[in-house]
């Protein structure tokens, strides 16, 4: 089982970009399944917060609160987020054997699923000269600042459009695809 572990910044285009690999990966007759480390965060929000994911905008600020100074600080829970993950890979692994996740922020969560799972492609985008519309406070937050420090990855992917997106996950593919099981 393959699992592509996608970072970087706030709009540099993972989820798009996973979306991508999800489609390719099928051409190649592959059962892939797209993720993300934050899912739990976003059901909480629709289902005690009233937030409406099909209306709204993504809920940044409470997602960022949440996660962090809730769930990880004041609650000391520094693995909720990836264990849920992994456990939603364990059971979902009966449907897909592959697995694309679009939100990695920190390097430990990289390092732990490395360490958990034995093929994990890891991919940072880029997006240079874009502008994110993110106020100084979202830009200065630990979820921003972390993916700085991602820097060993196996794949650096420049977002320049939606095209050189298609490319890059055909050129990842056609390298990664004999190792799919």
């Not at 502008?131 to 993916?147: A, F, Q, Y």
Request: net charge negative; charged share 40%; with cysteine.
């Amino acid at each position: 089982m393959k699992i592509y572990v996608i970072t970087g910044h706030a709009k540099s285009g993972k989820t798009t970009f996973g979306n991508i690999l999800r489609d390719k990966l099928k051409e190649y007759g592959y059962k892939p399944c797209v993720m993300q480390i934050t899912s739990p965060l976003y059901h909480y929000a629709e289902d005690y917060f009233e937030w409406d994911s099909r209306q709204d905008e993504k809920p940044r600020e409470f997602l960022q609160k949440f996660g962090i100074e809730i769930i990880k600080e004041k609650l000391h829970k520094d693995k909720f987020l990836i264990n849920r993950l992994e456990e939603d890979i364990e059971i979902l692994s009966n449907f897909f054997n592959c697995f694309i996740i679009t939100d990695a922020r920190f390097k430990k969560e990289l390092t732990e699923l490395k360490e958990k799972y034995k093929d994990v492609v890891t991919i940072k985008l880029e997006r240079t000269n874009y502008d994110d519309e993110l106020s100084e406070e979202e830009r200065s937050h630990v979820t921003e600042i972390e993916v700085d420090k991602i820097n060993n990855v196996k794949y650096l992917v420049q977002n320049n459009s939606f095209k050189d997106l298609k490319e890059y996950a055909e050129m990842i593919i056609s390298k990664e695809e004999d190792d799919i099981i």
